[in-house]
């Protein structure tokens, strides 16, 4: 059974450009949720999404954005970026809202973003 | 707040030397606790969720407990390949609060 995919795995971009990175959730999951994740500030989380409309929203700039398709594959988006963003951004998928009582999420291998 | 809190931030152990790690959280109406393992460069496998106080879950050399303020993971005759960085978790409400993680490195 295929993991969590996202793509692509590494890209650079340049302050004040706009990066749009890509989600495909475990098959059967609806629930995909997407967390930043940096040395200094840990595992955070962005935004979840459940049957196309977004369930829950962190504490991040408007900015971030994300969306998800019919067939569950999601996207975020980052406008005007900052050399702040430079993170590992991870998406993670599970069955259910991931407010539903101990619904356990699993995470795909990141993207890698720099911004210079 | 919610606050999930992992100690220590780093722990060298050598090889078969058997150790805890502990996730202590403050949280109202906690939904599920989990335990993840990162390697550098990846994103967090899962490892374990427990529910309540008092549940354990085993998984080779790794044991799970949970108190009503926190939980452990057991590391038992750790091998070098179990170093990683292991991230504690708390859900409750509609929030996944993680913590900062332990840092293991065991020694040949």
């Known amino acids: 059974k295929a993991g969590v995919t996202q793509t692509p795995r590494y890209l650079i971009k340049t302050r004040g450009q706009q990066v749009t990175l890509s989600c495909s959730p475990i098959?059967?999951?609806?629930?995909v949720s997407w967390y930043q994740q940096t040395p200094g500030q840990g595992l955070q989380f962005l935004f979840e999404?459940?049957?196309?409309?977004?369930?829950n929203k962190g504490n991040f700039p408007g900015r971030f954005s994300g969306r998800q398709f019919s067939n569950s594959r999601s996207e975020m988006n980052v406008s005007t970026l900052e050399l702040g963003d430079s993170a590992l951004y991870l998406c993670?998928?599970?069955?259910?809202?991931?407010?539903?009582?101990?619904?356990?999420?699993?995470f795909g291998e990141g993207s890698w973003l720099t911004v210079v | 707040e919610d606050q999930v809190t992992q100690s220590p931030e780093a722990l060298r152990l050598q090889e078969g030397e058997s150790s805890s790690l502990n996730c202590s959280y403050t949280?109202?109406?906690?939904?599920?606790l989990f335990w993840y393992r990162q390697d550098p460069g990846k994103g967090p496998e899962f490892l374990f969720t427990?529910?309540?106080a008092g549940e354990e879950k085993e998984k080779e050399r790794l044991k799970a407990t949970l108190t009503k303020k926190e939980s452990f993971l057991h590391i038992t005759a750790p091998k070098p390949e179990d170093s990683a960085t292991y991230l504690c978790?708390?859900?409750?409400?509609?929030?996944?609060?993680f913590g900062a993680g332990t840092r293991l490195t065991v020694k040949p």
């Open positions: 993670a998928s599970s069955l259910v809202s991931g407010s539903r009582s101990g619904n356990t999420i699993y």
């Open positions: 098959s059967g999951h609806r629930s």
């Open positions: 999404y459940f049957s196309e409309t977004q369930r």
């Open positions: 949280v109202s109406g906690l939904r599920g």
């Open positions: 427990l529910y309540s």
């Open positions: 978790a708390v859900q409750a409400n509609n929030d996944m609060r």
